[in-house]
């Protein structure tokens, strides 16, 4: 089973940009299917993007399409989330998560088996 690790967060302006890494120790990286979450204070935690094992295929919640872009680096065993354009909105605590099917099943948080510990995004007005 991997392990997995945030960083990348921290504080930015509206408009501006940030790229979260989720490194993942284990070398069963390849076959899991990942995903970021996210869990803006006195919200259910929520999908924001996922991207199949192989790296052929992603799908993003409404409210970032066009704005972040999920991506994967087998060889590094990391995955990435370039947030472009952000939003006050988009502050909140967010999750990398990996689902061993190495299939994009859905959006909801129980299909994921491994959690990372979060990292802040604060967009400020």
Do not use: H
């Amino acid at each position: 089973q991997v392990q997995l690790v945030e960083s990348g967060g921290g504080l930015v302006q509206a408009g501006g940009s940030l790229r979260l890494s989720c490194a993942a120790s284990g070398r069963t990286f390849v076959g899991y299917a990942m995903g970021w979450f996210r869990q803006a204070p006195g919200k259910e935690r929520e999908f924001v993007a996922g991207i199949r094992s192989s790296g052929a295929m992603t799908y993003y919640a409404d409210s970032v399409k066009g704005r972040f872009t999920i991506s994967r680096d087998n060889a590094k065993n990391t995955v990435y989330l370039q947030m472009n354009s952000l939003k006050p909105d988009d502050t909140a605590v967010y999750y990398c998560a990996a689902d061993r099917t190495g299939l994009l099943r859905g959006t909801t948080s129980r299909l994921y088996d491994v959690w990372g510990q979060g990292t802040q995004v604060t967009v400020s007005s």
